[in-house]
């Protein structure tokens, strides 16, 4: 008869260990998740910092190598160089203030997050413009709109934009 007390013995201290680490696993995994929505969150106030002050290389920074823009009425603009073109006469023509409506609907996916968030930009045209000349740039004085942004970890563990694109509800 075989003596199965030895693999009942330690299966046990087995189990015991295992329902130990679980949930100290669960809270590494929710702490890392907190520190990289807090990432997140110090990404987008860098950058709209950047809008406001209209800082080209702050809002440059927030973007990945690979950013796609995809503007409601425009063209869609691939790479951070493209996009830094883009904004030049953006910058250029009007200041922008940026009013915060709901908060940001952050979901993470392994290296990938979505975020989801409805702000006001308000626009103020320099000079005599009355419009942006760049192709599918915000034109409204007010423009209420839902954002929708895909976000790429990069290798240094920080969060930047990969794919940015808004629908204006107003």
Not at 17 to 38: C, V
Not at 65 to 71: G, H, T
Not at 93 to 120: M, R, S
Request: charged share 25%; glycine share 6%; net charge negative.
């Amino acid at each position: 008869m075989l003596d199965f007390s030895y693999t009942k013995k330690y299966s046990s201290i087995m189990l015991l260990l295992i329902a130990l680490f679980i949930p100290l696993n669960t809270y590494g995994m929710h702490h890392e998740i907190e520190l990289d929505r807090m990432k997140i969150n110090k990404l987008y106030d860098d950058w709209y910092v950047a809008v406001e002050t209209s800082d080209i290389q702050g809002y440059v920074d927030s973007l990945d190598d690979n950013i796609v823009l995809i503007p409601p009425g425009g063209s869609v603009i691939t790479g951070r160089e493209n996009y830094r073109t883009f904004l030049g006469p953006v910058f250029d023509v009007a200041t922008y203030e940026i009013d915060q409506k709901t908060p940001k609907n952050i979901k993470f996916y392994g290296d990938l997050a979505t975020v989801e968030y409805n702000y006001v930009v308000y626009i103020t045209f320099l000079g005599d413009a009355k419009s942006v000349p760049s192709e599918g740039a915000l034109q409204d004085t007010v423009s209420d709109s839902m954002y929708f942004d895909l976000l790429k970890r990069q290798e240094d563990g920080s969060w930047k934009c990969l794919v940015h694109t808004w629908k204006q509800i107003n």
